[in-house]
């Protein structure tokens, strides 16, 4: 049901209701004006009556009769006389007034008050006077067909004045539904003109502002599912090079172990056998000899320690545990005075190859970190499962973060680990601890 037709139907009942109570109170007044007349007119006439009868009949019956059809017709009466013996002698007659018409039986019950009727003996007869009050009821419903009338008419008119004033006054509403179905069949670029009167004028502006947020919120979106596609490619990209960098570390870790470090051997051993050959002949052939040899196995057990830094090669044979302790031990032979604990709750947990290679990358950065920038003496490193995330923890007691909060100028290797975990789908944070020293933590979704 529309607008208009429930305002008007409003409007309609309560015009109805009000022609009702008006009708009501209409019919009241005419009840209570046709009782009063006709029960003033019977007592009116029986008192006529009884003043005059009694002298007529002395005379008789005959002279009654002679008198009561001189006097004719009193209104709203029927006045008879009866004989002696009951016999009806005289009636008397019909109205002239608005002869032939009487008002419907339905009104003449509701209007008409009960008959009154006043009775005179006298000793040739009885003299009965009947109240009627056909004429009092017919003057009413006239009156009433014509205020019925005029009722009704008031009722059409003000229903077709507010029906036109409505239809009118809600037009703009239309073209407000017409705007929303063009937004809804998606042209976000609907706007409205200013509309007449104040509450379609105030709805029109603010469809205009909610369409220009809405506007703003879908470019706003847009920009946002760009941003998010170029971040997932941009991670997609990431994760290739590190992928890539990890095969060429992998390469060259293999390329040290197996050339490099063949050639320095055989450097070093061919150095110890010079040196034995010209033992006792020449001691400066002797001593450059053995001063290769030396430098060729501080070249060997320096390309040692650089192959765990480019290619964790324990992490793809024994696992992130294996990697971790071996992580540590070497730590711990290369800082006497360094104190590392370890910590690894893994039981269970099925680690892929890039997580595993992620937390170890990371352990491996904070703890160079905690060791070369925050001199650090004491490192804790634990690695478990934690609410269906694998956690990672480095934490020291070095001299922690810069109060600047900015890295160390050329420093980019948190950045990369940065990086490397969040193309994984996880987190990393760096902070202060208490009450000193720095926490590394890096927070990565366990496979299923």
Known sequence: MSLRLKINLIVGTLTALFVAALLGLQFRGMRAAVAEETVAANRVASQLLNRSAWGYAAQGTAAMQAYLEGVGRVRSNDITLYGADGTELYRSPPSPYKAGRDAPAWFDRLIAPPPTVQS?????????????????????????????????????????????????????????????????????????PPLPGREAAAIGAAFNRMVGVLRENLETERRAMRAERELSDSRELARWID??????RRLIARELHDELGQSVTAMRSMALSIAQRVHGVDA????????????????????????????PMVLDTLGLEAALTDLVERTRRAHPQVTVELHIDLADVALGVDAALALYRAAQEGITNALRHGQARHLQVHVGARDGRLV?????????????????????????????????????????????????????????
Do not use: C
Request: charged share 25%.
């Open 120 to 192: 005179i003996e006298f000793p040739d007869g009885k003299l009965v006077v009947r109240s009627n009050a056909s004429r009092a009821v017919l003057d009413a419903w006239d009156d009433f067909v014509v205020l019925a009338g005029a009722a009704l008419a008031l009722l059409v008119a003000v229903n077709a004045l507010v029906l036109w004033g409505v239809g009118r006054a809600v037009r703009p509403f239309g073209r407000i539904i017409e705007a929303l179905d063009e937004l809804q069949r998606g042209r976000f670029d609907v706007e409205l």
């Open 243 to 248: 992928h890539h960098i990890e095969q060429e």
């Open 284 to 311: 400066t052939v002797e001593q450059a000899a053995r001063l290769i040899a030396d430098e060729s196995s501080k070249l060997y057990d320096a390309m040692h320690g650089l192959i765990p830094r480019l290619a």
């Open 392 to 448: 990672l923890d480095v934490r020291d007691d070095g001299q922690g973060l810069p109060t600047t909060g900015t890295a160390t100028p050329g420093h980019y290797g948190l950045r990369w680990i940065a990086e490397r975990v969040e193309a994984l789908g996880g987190q990393m944070r760096l902070e202060s601890a208490a009450p000193r020293g720095a926490h590394l933590q890096v927070s990565l979704p366990q496979p299923a």
